[in-house]
């Protein structure tokens, strides 16, 4: 490689660096417009079957089809936004019994170690944690419903443009083709099968939280669904998530308690480690790493919601990047392959 070669790589790779950075600054400003936008854009992959079915075997007009999508969606959000007021009213109003059965625990503990022997009295270890402000439990509950009444209003928005991208998706369907449609296509192939898989998962875990007569069963299998739109991760904060309900509540025995933790458990690592990776790391050619890393900085900028569009965000530029001379390597490297073509 002679000098100018390399001073031209050189200052390739320095304005990569440049442009991500100034695209990762653009897109965290832009948040408030952009996360809606992105995830209506997912949610009009995601619902374009729905709309075929209603129009291929019901004989049903797009428009008409497009609303009848629309209202459902609307529902959804209602029942949602239902749910975990409901919910957390729920919580608030066994708060009381939750901090009682959390201040016996403290005195077991304090009780079995050996605190003395250390010169720590059990009474001055157990007072502090064992007393929870009322004060705090309040705040807690107004930040959780103001950030409910946020994700509503965000959920609405959501809506108003998917209804502008359903309503001129036919012309766009139309005009589309090459590897925008290859992306269109790999993109809905995954979101469908993740919704299916998310949703039988949110099902089993609500379900069996529901037989063992646990608090906000329904809560935690909603949010079961949703996290498992994040690899991995996703799948363990699902499964810890119940953990201070299910320890705290009285009338929860040490049996029920172990089979609410290693079932739900259970069908996150079925789930988890047989199903989604040989369904999700093959249709999109993903390598995990390039997962991980996708995780952190999508996470970085748009939080939980980054996170939860990370896999299908890198598959989309994954399949750019592929198609072009000059970033083909970049393509190879997300999907692992160092050193080796993309596979026709």
């Known amino acids: ?122 009474e001055s270890f157990a007072n502090p944690l064992s007393t929870i402000p009322t004060k705090t439990v309040g705040g807690m509950l107004v930040y959780v419903m103001s950030t409910l009444l946020n994700l509503v209003s965000k959920g609405f928005l959501v809506l108003v443009f998917l209804f502008f991208l359903l309503i001129g998706g036919q012309k766009v369907e139309r005009s589309i083709g090459g590897v925008w449609e290859e992306v269109g296509v790999k993109i ?8 299916i898989m998310s949703g039988a998962t949110g099902i089993a875990v609500g379900s069996i939280l529901g037989v063992l007569g646990i608090d ?73 790493v390039t997962i991980l890393i996708a995780l952190i900085f999508w996470g970085m900028i748009w939080g939980l919601v980054g996170m939860l569009l990370a896999v299908p965000l890198v598959a989309i530029l994954k399949l750019l990047f592929e198609r072009l001379e000059i970033t083909a390597p970049l393509g190879n490297l997300l999907a692992g392959r160092l050193g080796t073509p993309a596979p026709e």
């Not at 809905?188 to 919704?195: A, L, N, P, S």
């Not at 949010?223 to 929860?252: M, R, Y």
């Open 1 to 122: 490689m002679n000098p100018t070669q390399l001073e031209s790589r050189i200052q390739t790779v320095c304005l990569l660096i440049l442009t991500t950075i100034a695209t990762a600054t653009a897109l965290y400003w832009l948040a408030p417009i952009m996360i809606p936008f992105v995830l209506a854009v997912f949610l009009a992959f995601g619902v374009a079957p729905f709309i075929q079915i209603l129009m291929r075997y019901l004989k049903v007009p797009r428009s008409l089809a497009v609303v009848a999508t629309l209202l459902l969606g609307f529902v959804i959000l209602n029942l949602v936004a239902t749910l975990i007021s409901t919910s957390l009213s729920q919580l608030a109003a066994n708060a009381d019994s939750y901090q009682e059965q959390f201040t016996l625990l403290v005195e077991r503990a304090s009780s079995a170690l050996p605190l003395e022997e250390y010169g720590i009295e059990p």
């Open 188 to 195: 809905q192939r995954y979101i469908v099968t993740k919704t």
């Open 216 to 288: 906000l069963a329904l809560v935690f299998g909603f949010f079961a669904f949703i996290l498992n739109f994040i690899p991995s991760l996703g799948s363990l904060v699902a499964t810890l998530l119940p953990l201070p309900v299910i320890l705290f509540s009285p009338d929860v025995t040490a049996t029920t308690a172990v089979l609410a933790i290693a079932l739900p458990a259970l069908v996150q690592v079925v789930i988890g480690n047989f199903i989604d990776p040989r369904v999700m790391g093959e249709s999109l050619d993903l390598h995990p």
